[in-house]
């Protein structure tokens, strides 16, 4: 088990500086077809930020804010939002993922529906990468009973 | 225009500077602790130096606020760095060397 | 002004090759550690360099951010754990 | 004779003119005390309503919006696009991130004056400049020089800082000074390793401790906010 870090020092800057680091990887997550970034980078930086609030407040103040069971429904959540807009383009008589016919209920021009439906992907990507990542964080550091019941 | 560039030159080349005396001082300091001396001071001062010099550089649009962000950061990031490395150091009970010029520890 | 930083990126590099010296010759463990993030903040001076020769400071910047940020992320949890193991 | 007269009745005017200004200056006095009485009972009120709901709805709510605003204030930094669009989404991922993390920016910030101590602190920072400077030109001067004179001890003192971001802008300032770095806090104890002992009682001195307890309003400084507040009711008291 991590345990909260007896350092004063560390703690502080990390608890001063995790807002920030969230907020660049949604920055990184929502430009991504201007600068580099997009669904997955921003998923692992926001991954990254949350390793750094697990190794230094501890992994059990952590767990109320990200729990073993909320990780997964967000990563099924990511994954839902990914596949839900290429199913909607579908229905809607487009390709699999062909933004441009989103454009019609929207009521935008093909290119902004194009840049929207984008947008929805990665984020849509990026919750689902960061939740993997928090899952499988949980599942190396968490001890497991031995009957294989998870501890709680 | 060339006015910029000089001073541009004259912070990379400053910053450069404090990254060579750094890096010597990790290479020739004798003991752990004075080695992250080095490192701690120098690598603040050489980076803050090399981002304003390209902030500078970069004359006065969002990029340059963005690299004068990363130097902020760094600013604040490499002594916390620098802490818990010692701070582990420490914790191990690595005992500072008391005799000046020891073996190279 | 591109050959001058050109100049100061291979300086860079013979820094970094430096620095790796003392991450392989290290003692101990915590030099090595003390060395890696000498190299992490010289690296980033690098792709700094390279970012305004290529003349695409915008995308570098990002790039050269998140560098930093997990370059200090990396140096905590390494310090965590030689702490937590204690043997040095 | 009208010259003694008019020397009289001005006599009798000043008298006059005296016994007004001390009247002025005993309701003075009293008002002072009552200042002092209700910005004592204020506090304690303060005090009472920060343990109970409502003044934490009040501060959770200040810290929320607080982090809100710096965050949008970083995303448009960031985000080069000032269209509305983009500007929009900043204002949602900033109040989404500072949803998540309202409580982490401010915990237990003082009472004292959060714009004086932002105010301090941005003076203090081209100080600490200053010092990396020095420090590394000291440690340029002792590396490049062949035989290289350190004598590294560790050094243990006491730091009469309270609050955590205190104690952390102190530590590295001392890892940002000459020749000397931060090893641990123990609760009070600070830790350091010196290069020499000449580094080691200068920091003994506490100059550097005086500046980061006057930055936070700390230690001796504490009788300094008790008397701007009593400043501020004698103005907003018009008196």
């Known amino acids: 088990m991590i345990r909260e870090s007896d350092d004063v020092i560390v703690r502080t800057v990390a608890r001063l500086l995790m807002p920030f680091i969230t907020l660049y990887a949604l920055y990184v997550v ?15 930086i926001l991954a990254a930020g949350f390793i750094l609030l697990v190794v230094t407040q501890g992994i059990d103040r952590v767990k109320r804010r990200m729990s073993q069971e909320k990780a997964i429904i967000f990563s099924s959540l990511g994954l839902l939002i990914y596949a839900g807009i290429g199913a909607l383009c579908l229905i809607l008589g487009g390709d699999y993922l062909d933004y441009g016919t989103l454009g019609r209920p929207l009521s935008v021009q093909r290119a902004e529906a194009r840049s929207l439906g984008i947008l929805g992907v990665e984020i849509g990507v990026a919750l689902g990468v960061m939740a993997v990542m928090c899952a499988i964080f949980f599942a190396i550091f968490t001890p497991d009973q031995k009957n294989g019941r998870r501890e709680q | 225009m060339v006015i910029r560039e000089l001073i541009a030159g004259f ?30 001071k120098g690598d603040t001062l050489a980076v803050l130096f090399s981002l304003i010099g390209l902030a500078v550089y970069e004359g006065f649009s969002l990029t340059s606020v963005k690299i004068v962000l990363i130097a902020v950061f760094m600013f604040l990031a490499q002594p916390t760095a620098t802490h818990a490395i010692s701070r582990a150091a420490f914790r191990c009970n690595v005992k500072p060397l008391t005799t000046p010029g020891g073996p190279n520890r | 002004m591109n050959t001058f930083f050109l100049i100061m990126g291979i300086g860079m590099c013979l820094l970094v090759m430096l620095c790796l010296f003392r991450v392989i010759y290290g003692p101990t463990i915590l030099n090595r550690a003390a060395g890696i993030s000498a190299v992490g903040t010289k690296t980033l001076i690098i792709l700094l360099i390279i970012g305004v020769v290529h003349r695409r400071v915008e995308m570098f910047v990002d790039i050269s951010m998140v560098y930093a940020l997990l370059n200090f992320i990396g140096c905590l949890v390494l310090a965590k754990y030689l702490e937590r193991t204690g043997e040095v | 004779m009208e010259v003694t007269l008019l020397i009289e009745a001005t006599e009798s005017a000043f008298k006059i003119l005296e016994d007004a200004r001390n009247h002025a200056a005993g309701i003075m006095d009293t008002t002072v005390e009552l200042m002092a009485e209700e910005s004592r009972v204020l506090r304690d009120k303060k005090c009472r309503a920060i343990f109970t709901g409502a003044q934490r709805r009040k501060t959770r709510f200040h810290n929320f919006m607080g982090t809100a605003i710096i965050l949008f204030i970083f995303w448009s930094l960031l985000s080069g696009h000032f269209d509305l669009f983009h500007l929009v989404l900043g204002a949602v991922c900033s109040l989404a991130v500072s949803y ?86 123990r609760g009070d104890e600070f830790y350091v390793h010196a290069l020499s002992h000449m580094v080691a009682d200068d920091l003994y001195g506490g100059e550097m401790e005086d500046r980061v307890a006057h930055i936070f309003m700390e230690g001796d400084h504490l009788y300094l906010q008790d008397a701007l507040d009593a400043a501020r009711i004698y103005e907003t008291l018009g008196v």
Request: glycine share 10%.
């Open chain 4, 100 to 185: 998540l993390f309202h409580d982490l920016l401010f915990v237990n910030v003082r009472i004292g004056n959060l714009r004086t101590m932002a105010w301090r602190f941005l003076i203090y920072i081209p100080w600490l400049l200053g010092q990396i400077l020095i420090a590394n030109m000291h440690v340029a001067a002792l590396v490049l020089r062949p035989k290289m004179p350190i004598s590294p001890r560790i050094i243990r003192f006491k730091t009469k800082l309270e609050t955590d971001i205190s104690k952390v802008t102190l530590a590295n300032s001392i890892t940002l000074t000459p020749g000397t770095i931060t090893i641990d806090i």
């Open chain 1, 30 to 44: 929502m430009h991504g077809h201007y600068s580099p970034g997009g669904g997955f980078q921003g998923g692992v």
């Open chain 2, 11 to 40: 912070f990379v080349c400053t910053g450069f500077f404090f990254f060579f005396t750094a890096t010597v001082g990790l290479l020739r300091l004798p003991d752990f602790y004075s080695r992250l001396h080095a490192t701690g």
